[in-house]
């Protein structure tokens, strides 16, 4: 039987199929599209959840009074803590929250996915990222907003820009992540302070001109992919500082494996790129010693 539009299984195009559940599944066909809230673009903020349970209430509230006019996607990967079930109570009483449930736990960048074509497919003009765990303040969404507004077509909250800052961290994970960031700035090219960072907020424009149907990225990469394909693609991408704080509840989900695979896959991008490069250069110069050759 149907249900509302906020309570639903995933069902979308760029995820693997799910076998339908009877009392959770809406055809996306069918979906209504979402009412304006006011004069300004339709936000979108998906938050990824998997056992965030003592966390998704508290910064389901701290978001709904930052930006009012947002609504919120928690998308929960079948979490075993029950955040799924307290994400449905918030959604049943109020109107601008929804749930994803989706059959698993599947990584970060495919929780994304999941979230940006739900919103894309309901016509949300603006799509934020936000982890669960407050780390990323609400309070410091309208900066984002505010950049999008002045023009730019993403936006990444930095924490290693002027101004930005981290609460919480030892020595050890600053290096981590200053290291991870110089490194992709040396593999891709990409004149970002944070591109590992993923505060960040997107125009629908944006996602649906990066090729997010070819995005394989699962982990913490899944940020620098989806920046460098922006940078690529001509579009503008900022940085606006943000004060990033560390999680008190909860388990942190960072692992040796995602640290891994983030910098596999930088490196491969970056010998592919670096090597693209110095083709075009051979190219270049081939074609101006050919014309040399005839004068």
């Not at 079930?85 to 999941?114: N, P």
């Not at 994970?173 to 944070?194: A, E, F, Y």
Request: charged share 25%.
């Amino acid at each position: 039987m149907g249900v509302s539009q906020r309570h639903l299984q995933e069902d979308h195009p760029l995820s693997e199929p799910v076998t339908p559940v009877t009392d959770h599944t809406e055809e996306p066909s069918t979906a209504a599209p979402v009412e304006p809230g006011g004069s300004g673009p339709r936000v979108l903020v998906v938050i990824p959840t998997y056992n965030e349970a003592d966390n998704i209430e508290i910064i389901v509230t701290r978001l709904r009074a930052a930006v009012p006019d947002a609504h919120v996607l928690v998308a929960d990967d079948n979490s075993p803590d029950g955040t799924g079930r307290v994400a449905d109570a918030l959604a049943a009483s109020d109107d601008h929250v929804h749930v994803l449930h989706r059959r698993g736990k599947e990584g970060l960048g495919a929780a994304y996915l999941a979230g940006f074509g739900w919103g894309l497919d309901r016509g949300y003009d603006v799509l934020v990222e936000m982890d669960a765990d407050g780390s990323h303040q609400p309070e410091q969404l309208p900066r984002l907003l505010a950049a999008l507004a002045d023009g730019a077509d993403m936006v990444k909250g930095s924490r290693w820009i002027r101004g930005g800052t981290v609460v919480n961290w030892p020595l050890s994970r600053k290096i981590l992540s200053r290291g991870g960031n110089l490194w992709t700035q040396l593999c891709l090219g990409v004149p970002l302070k944070d591109a590992t960072g993923g505060y960040n907020a997107f125009h629908a424009r944006t996602l649906r001109g990066i090729g997010l149907e070819d995005v394989a990225s699962a982990g913490y990469c899944f940020q620098v992919d989806l920046a460098w394909r922006a940078l690529k693609s001509g579009f503008d991408v900022r940085e606006v500082p943000i004060t990033f704080v560390e999680r008190e509840r909860g388990d942190s989900k960072m692992s040796r494996a995602i640290v891994v695979e983030a910098l596999l896959r930088t490196t491969l991008w970056g010998v592919g790129h670096r090597a693209a490069q110095l083709r075009e250069l051979s190219q270049r110069r081939r074609a101006t010693a050919e014309v040399g050759a005839r004068r």
